[in-house]
């Protein structure tokens, strides 16, 4: 593995591991740039991994605090973790669950399709579905996604079992095992999948994509990555001109120090990534790094999100196997007659017992809800991903009231309901009751949304710098030479999972530097 | 503490704790193992064996199940001053409203007493520790039908993970057979 110095102002320093930082790092090292990869947390691998929840949960999680604000149900059940992200190489990467859908075309023009929604503020991707399409494509080879190049579906397990008969019998046509990064069968010198029913856990299968053990050792195998793990960046830096010029960080044993570089790319999540751009105000920049058009932080979008489980007379075991072994795409349509605007899925999800039991009812306690617990073996669950719409006011800033251990402002994160979100969480909730009420449920239960596992738009994308934080490419309007490689660049949500445009857009980022440094233009 | 305010550092420093000592609980008489208890006096280790109870009371678990979220209490409560006092507090607190002391009362009055105090530090404390000791006991687990760990079986992929049968098989196209 290589080691630059901190001196060499030719590497590009990219900040976060996961979809987008660890994708973009393995894409330039193998275009012959060099990379210094900071990542927060520390370096596990699949032998590390343990199937346990609360092992894995303190093991992996991003458990830094922060607060909350807002009228969203999370603030109340958990008011200090807004989030369910990673701290650890490979970022979510290693906890996501490996759904891979495209965004749809109409998806890319929120603003003209759903119109003026009251309260959103919706605007136009300045890039559209046929730009990303070739991208799209590279980024399924990449990840080996089920149901593209070849690639079988997966087997269902037993939770898609109820899926399947339930949506069908309550009228859904497109129910499958869906478009996973999981190997159905052994690609990429990684196994096929093992039914482990632990993807949230870290695979230790290693079917599941993740940075941590495919782009980042490729990248390493070039010898331009230097990665460096437990490197907490606290600020970037820049010169009089406004461009980048390197990245306070502290490392493994606290010692603060600078790693120069001639581009810079923030990819740390939609809480921190907003937050290191806000932490990194100068008088040259007074409201932030690349914040003159105030939209840093801004426009934090979430999923709306929800999960409906049922019990029923005879086992289920939804615990067994793959954690989002189906979908139902039907709702995912542009449909504007349902009383919202966006579309959304049902993906199966499962809990072990410890998390159902926190999860399931948040705060509950008493015979009701062990009466439910107790039916654990009998129990199916499905999970609601679908659009939200941006609200200016729904924002991640800096807690003037707390600081961390190096003395920088806590993030804040306040989130509203829109009536949008509501709507359509409430109609999910029902149609998904009318899935499991299908097939004999004996009881469903509608479930508030987790701490948020999908984060974006906290430095969207913009055709006018007016109205955003990044141009097309991810690159800043304000500073040439800094990137968003993440999801807080996407200008609205979609209603699908974000990884699989993330890792698309790290991509043809890569692409964008390459070029652009060819022409000397960065 | 404000309401709910699980998933703190204490109910995660308990998930490690219950990890360590899962298996290794020991349960003799009421004597015996409130004997061991280092923080809590017998009857505040008795009082919170019929609390924790009452919190998540499932029929199938054992008293022992909930004699080492207790002991998990008391540990915290060693370590940690400030929960030994909500602890104390909370126990004297329940005894001193009521009438008779709370181990005395009939399950439905343990119930409604604590419905009282559902919004207190002291309930807020033993509920968040519970919620994570209890569930993560692999005794537990056994007794309420989950399976834990797959890792060393291989995965479910040859042990059930398509095995239920109440339904139709989904068609192929939908659902392709295992490599």
């Known amino acids: 593995m290589a080691r630059f110095d901190f001196k060499d102002d030719s590497v590009v320093v990219i900040i976060g591991s996961g979809a987008g930082g660890g994708t973009l790092a393995n894409e330039l090292?193998?275009?012959?740039?060099?990379?210094?990869?900071?990542?927060?947390?520390?370096?596990?691998?699949?032998?590390?991994?343990?199937?346990?929840?609360?092992?894995?949960?303190?093991?992996?999680?991003?458990?830094?605090?922060?607060?909350?604000?807002?009228?969203?149900?999370?603030?109340?059940?958990?008011?200090?973790l807004p989030a369910w992200t990673c701290k650890t190489v490979g970022g979510t990467t290693v906890h996501w669950a490996g759904a891979s859908l495209r965004f749809q075309e109409h998806e890319f023009k929120a603003r003209t399709t759903y119109s003026n929604v009251t309260g959103a503020n919706l605007l136009d991707w300045p890039l559209t579905l046929a730009e990303l399409e070739p991208y799209y494509a590279k980024a399924e080879f990449k990840m080996g996604v089920t149901r593209t190049n070849d690639i079988p579906g997966l087997p269902g397990n037993n939770n898609f079992k109820v899926?399947?008969?339930?949506?069908?019998?309550?009228?859904?046509?497109?129910?499958?095992?869906?478009?996973?990064?999981?190997?159905?069968?052994?690609?990429?010198?990684?196994?096929?999948?093992?039914?482990?029913?632990?993807?949230?856990?870290?695979?230790?299968?290693?079917?599941k994509w993740s940075t941590l053990y495919t782009e980042i050792p490729?990248?390493?195998?070039?010898?331009?990555?230097?990665?460096?793990?437990?490197?907490?960046?606290?600020q970037i830096q820049h010169d009089k001109q406004g461009r980048a010029t390197g990245v306070l960080y502290a490392d493994k044993d606290g010692k603060q120090v600078v790693q120069k570089a001639r581009i810079v790319s923030v990819a740390c999540n939609s809480i921190e990534s907003p937050r290191l751009l806000l932490n990194s105000s100068s008088s040259s920049f007074p409201q932030g790094l690349a914040n003159s058009s105030g939209q840093v932080g801004k426009n934090y979008m979430r999923h709306t999100t929800g999960s409906v489980y049922a019990t029923f007379a005879?086992?289920?075991?939804?615990?067994?196997?793959?954690?989002?072994?189906?979908?139902?795409?039907?709702?995912?349509?542009?449909?504007?007659?349902?009383?919202f605007a966006g579309g959304f899925e049902f993906e199966t999800i499962s809990l072990g017992l410890p998390f159902a039991a926190a999860f399931l009812k948040p705060g509950a306690w008493g015979r009701d809800y062990t009466r439910l617990l107790d039916q654990y073996p009998n129990m199916a669950?499905?999970?609601?991903?679908?659009?939200?719409?941006?609200?200016?006011?729904?924002?991640?800033?800096?807690?003037?009231?707390?600081?961390?251990?190096?003395?920088?402002?806590?993030?804040?994160?306040?989130?509203?309901?829109?009536?949008?979100?509501?709507?359509?969480?409430?109609?999910?909730?029902?149609?998904?009751?009318?899935?499991?009420?299908?097939?004999?449920?004996?009881?469903?239960?509608?479930?508030?949304?987790?701490?948020?596992?999908?984060?974006?738009?906290?430095?969207?994308?913009?055709?006018?710098?007016?109205?955003?934080?990044?141009?097309?490419?991810?690159?800043?309007?304000?500073?040439?030479?800094?990137?968003?490689?993440?999801?807080?660049?996407?200008?609205?949500?979609?209603?699908?999972?974000?990884?699989?445009?993330?890792?698309?857009?790290?991509?043809?980022?890569?692409?964008?530097?390459?070029?652009?440094?060819?022409?000397?233009?960065? | 503490m404000k309401r709910r305010e699980f998933l703190q550092k204490s109910a995660i420093a308990v998930a490690g704790a219950a990890v360590a000592v899962s298996g290794v609980a020991v349960i003799g008489t009421a004597a015996e193992w409130t004997a061991g208890l280092k923080t809590l006096n017998p009857h505040e280790g008795e009082t919170l064996l019929k609390v924790t109870r009452q919190i998540f009371p499932h029929d199938r678990l054992d008293d022992s199940d909930y004699i080492k979220v207790v002991?998990?209490?008391?540990?915290?409560?060693?370590?940690t001053p400030a929960t030994a006092k909500v602890l104390h507090d909370g126990i004297a607190n329940l005894d001193q409203s009521t009438n008779s002391k709370f181990i005395t009362m009939s399950g439905d009055d343990q119930v409604a007493a604590l419905k009282k105090i559902e919004d207190s530090q002291f309930f807020q404390k033993v509920h968040s520790v519970e919620l994570v000791s209890l569930y993560n006991n692999h005794a537990v687990w056994k007794k309420l039908g989950y399976q834990g760990a797959s890792y060393p079986i291989g995965g479910y992929l040859h042990h059930g993970f398509n095995d239920l049968n109440w339904l139709p098989e989904p068609p192929e196209s939908a659902s392709p057979k295992p490599a």
């Not at chain 1, 807690?399 to 709507?423: Q, S, T």
């Open chain 1, 218 to 234: 490729k990248a390493e195998a070039t010898g331009n990555l230097d990665l460096r793990p437990e490197s907490r960046a606290l």
């Open chain 1, 314 to 339: 005879k086992p289920v075991y939804m615990n067994r196997g793959t954690v989002m072994a189906g979908i139902v795409a039907d709702e995912s349509e542009l449909n504007l007659k349902r009383g």
């Open chain 2, 71 to 79: 002991q998990d209490l008391d540990a915290e409560g060693t370590t």
């Open chain 1, 163 to 207: 899926m399947y008969n339930g949506a069908t019998r309550a009228g859904y046509k497109t129910v499958h095992t869906g478009r996973m990064a999981i190997n159905s069968r052994p690609r990429d010198d990684r196994s096929s999948c093992w039914q482990l029913g632990f993807c949230f856990q870290g695979c230790k299968s290693g079917a």
């Open chain 1, 381 to 522: 669950g499905m999970w609601i991903v679908g659009e939200d719409m941006p609200q200016e006011t729904n924002a991640i800033t800096l807690n003037p009231a707390e600081k961390d251990e190096w003395g920088l402002p806590i993030p804040n994160v306040h989130y509203d309901d829109h009536p949008n979100d509501l709507a359509m969480r409430n109609y999910a909730f029902k149609r998904g009751a009318d899935i499991y009420n299908a097939v004999g449920a004996t009881q469903t239960i509608a479930v508030p949304p987790y701490p948020s596992t999908h984060n974006m738009g906290t430095c969207r994308m913009s055709e006018r710098p007016r109205d955003g934080v990044c141009n097309k490419w991810g690159q800043t309007h304000d500073v040439k030479n800094l990137f968003i490689s993440d999801g807080s660049q996407f200008t609205t949500s979609g209603g699908e999972n974000p990884t699989l445009t993330i890792v698309t857009l790290a991509i043809r980022q890569a692409d964008h530097i390459a070029r652009e440094s060819a022409k000397k233009n960065l």
């Open chain 1, 29 to 80: 090292c193998q275009k012959g740039f060099k990379v210094v990869l900071l990542e927060a947390g520390k370096r596990q691998s699949p032998a590390t991994f343990r199937n346990d929840e609360w092992f894995a949960f303190n093991q992996l999680a991003w458990l830094d605090k922060r607060t909350t604000s807002g009228n969203w149900q999370i603030a109340k059940d958990f008011p200090n």
